[in-house]
């Protein structure tokens, strides 16, 4: 039995191989991420006589073009948690010794240490794969369009004081957007006051139908009144001034058609996978909620068990006793994905929302609620409850196709 260890960074990798007993089979080498380099990697491999496992640690992405290179050619790869390697070879070395070659080494113990326990990496179907990076690149512009809403916020405030109560943005419409649309028409307070309120309603209720928005006489009537009332920091309507804010509102429409087109290609592709009809059939789970948990979560089958998923989120909380002591309150391990975290905590609050007493999540977080419990820790209960019953539902739909096909 040989271990190949591989300590990946960011444009190459080191390799060490050890076998029984520790013996050194290669000294630690470095490799580039290039197909000749790689090419040599899996020549050398192929000219070992014995069982081969190779190890490396997860990274972000460093690490898939090698570890796709390993696998196509049929090699057993075992891909390892990067926390549990650090406390492995902290529990080596008390020196701290860290360097390329003595990783690529420790990895290798590593290898040798957990022969039997080795889980060998199994590539996602294409589908997920793409779910998955679509689902990341719509977190990374949702992040950028909050932070730009919020600084697009401060700037109407100091145009406009208090109309963002009178008109709030649309909530999770990337398409319309009452307050903007509104900001763009009238970029501040001044514009409203240049005419009579009788003028501006009739103004008003013409830019609304030609907005496909309600022609609220009152609403303007109200609009006006704030606009006499308020005191903006910025009253002038200098041309410089409200093009700083026109150029804003034409970033976030960018920003808003980016988040339609992922959701798009995101939707075209959930829609055939059954853990996404599972994941709506939950009320209060909408159809974006739903691509979110599909694209993090993956492919089910890839979960030992409802446990395994569980600690995949991140929210198991792992018992802590010694001798007598054995402690009953422990907080969540959050060791999983927090992304996916963070949608399904939004979804449980979408539960509540919806208040459907024939949801048994709901029903669960309410229980908890009653005995005492914090909204927070009855809303975690409540992911936990979700995912257990998820994943039954999606195995037992999963093992109803492969019983169709081979029958």
Known sequence: MISIGIDVSKSKSTVAALGFGKEVIFKPFNIYHVKND???????????????????????????????????????????????????????????????KKDAIHIAEYGLMNWNDLIQFKEDKEEYVRLKQLNRSYQHYQKLRINHLNYLDKEIEKRHPGLKK???????????????????????????????????????????????YHPNAQKAITIYQNALESIPTISSSNSKIDANVLDSIEFLRVINKTLNNILSQMKEIATELEEYKIAKEFSGIGEKLAIQITAEIGDIRKYKNKKSLISFVGIDSPPYQSGNFSAKQRKISKRGNPILRKVLYMAMLCMKKAKDESNSVYKYIIKKEREGKAKKVSNIAGINKFLRIYYAKVMEEKNKEELLKAA
């Open 38 to 100: 790689v090419n040599k990697l899996i020549a050398k491999i192929k000219s070992l006589d014995e069982d081969v496992k190779i190890v490396m640690e997860a990274t972000e992405i460093y690490h898939i073009p090698i570890l796709i290179s390993l696998v196509n050619e049929g090699f057993f790869v075992s891909v390892i948690n990067p926390l549990k390697m650090k406390r492995f070879c902290q529990a080596l070395s008390f020196r701290n010794v860290k360097t390329d």
């Open 166 to 212: 009178l008109i709030p943005h649309a909530n999770g419409n990337y398409q319309k957007d009452k307050l903007i649309d509104f900001v763009e028409r009238w970029t501040n307070s001044e514009k409203i006051l240049k005419r009579s309120q009788e003028q501006f309603v009739n103004d008003y209720e013409k830019w609304a139908k030609k907005k496909g």
